[in-house]
Nanobody
Framework: VQLVESGGGLVQAGGFLRLSCAASGSTVSINVMGWYRQAPGKQRELVARITTGGGSTNYADSVKGRFTISRDNDKNTMYLQMNSLKPEETAVYYC???????????WGQGTQVTVSS
């Protein structure tokens, strides 16, 4: 599975961005799609994830009510709408999928999100 993110950039605090992640390859085996982020000097953390079957979602507590994850199975694309962004959310955002019976993880190359104060 190959993943390509897009949509990162520079935004002022309180602004919004929409990230996209396009998947290709063995997409029929994808079970879960998610977004993680990693700020400088910090561990990578889960932001949100969504199942490809029933569309169940999970969010980090810090983003609930502001971020929305969605997917278009026909296009094999996942989105993350991020509203009311905060400077502390500056990070590289990574697309992730979990694939197959053995739950293999695949990662995109990451897209930089910078929120200025």
């Amino acid at each position: 599975v190959q993943l390509v993110e897009s949509g990162g950039g520079l935004v002022q605090a309180g602004g919004f961005l929409r990230l996209s992640c396009a998947a290709s390859g063995s997409t029929v085996s994808i079970n879960v799609m998610g977004w993680y982020r990693q700020a400088p000097g910090k561990q990578r953390e889960l932001v949100a994830r969504i199942t490809t079957g029933g569309g169940s979602t999970n969010y980090a507590d810090s983003v609930k009510g502001r971020f929305t994850i969605s997917r278009d199975n026909d296009k094999n694309t996942m989105y993350l709408q991020m509203n009311s962004l905060k400077p502390e959310e500056t990070a590289v955002y990574y697309c992730n999928v979990i694939v197959g019976w053995f739950s293999e993880y695949y990662w995109g190359q990451g897209t930089q999100v910078t929120v200025s104060s």
